[in-house]
């Protein structure tokens, strides 16, 4: 067989076989990038939506309850001021440490300073602390059961580093608290 190239208008050359008929090649138009995004868009809007999974459709029939917390019965913790056991100001609550149900173990508190200097981060137990809610008569607030003195030689709270909580000593003759801290050196 032989082969014969043929130029036309569109193609700058053509290959056809001898003895099969010659059709044109059409050519492909091209549209624009923005023709082609707006038909790519309308198709993905106009298209019939996916069928939801078992999860998705349990969570669309199944609203979650709604709950009440009456009013001056809860006191916002993050951001609130820390009273001493003298009534002044001596922390704010910084952060919240929580075991894996959801128990609070331990507040990290910017402790100490003046107008923003000298202030250090230190974690302590969440028994350290006494909460009034706002509809408590006295008003509402954080207590802090611990005195400067006594949080005066603990580490400052690194986060990635092993977490030490000042915790308020047992009373004389009580036994040790289960839920005290484990040591820095964690458990043997």
Request: hydrophobic fraction near 40%.
């Amino acid at each position: 067989m032989s082969t014969a190239k043929h130029a036309t208008p569109r193609d700058s050359f053509t290959t056809v076989t001898a003895g099969t008929p010659r059709r044109p090649r059409r050519r492909r138009e091209r549209r624009p990038v923005a023709v082609r995004c707006a038909l790519l868009a309308s198709a993905l809007v106009f298209s019939p939506p996916a069928a939801p999974s078992a999860d998705e459709a349990t969570e669309a029939v199944t609203p979650a309850v709604r709950e009440s917390i009456p009013d001056g019965t809860a006191v916002r913790v993050l951001g609130r001021d820390v009273k001493g056991p003298s009534g002044q100001v001596v922390a704010q609550v910084v952060n919240v440490l929580v075991d894996g149900s959801g128990r609070p173990l331990a507040a990290v508190l910017d402790y100490g300073g003046f107008m923003g200097v000298g202030k250090r981060r230190v974690a302590v137990a969440w028994r350290a602390l006494s909460f009034v809610p706002g509809g408590t008569p006295g008003g509402s607030g954080i207590t802090l059961g611990l005195t400067r003195d006594q949080l005066k030689g603990f580490p400052d709270h690194k986060d990635g580093e092993p977490i030490v909580v000042a915790a308020p000593p047992a009373p004389p003759g009580a036994p040790a608290s289960p839920d005290a801290a484990p040591s820095a050196t964690g458990p043997k």
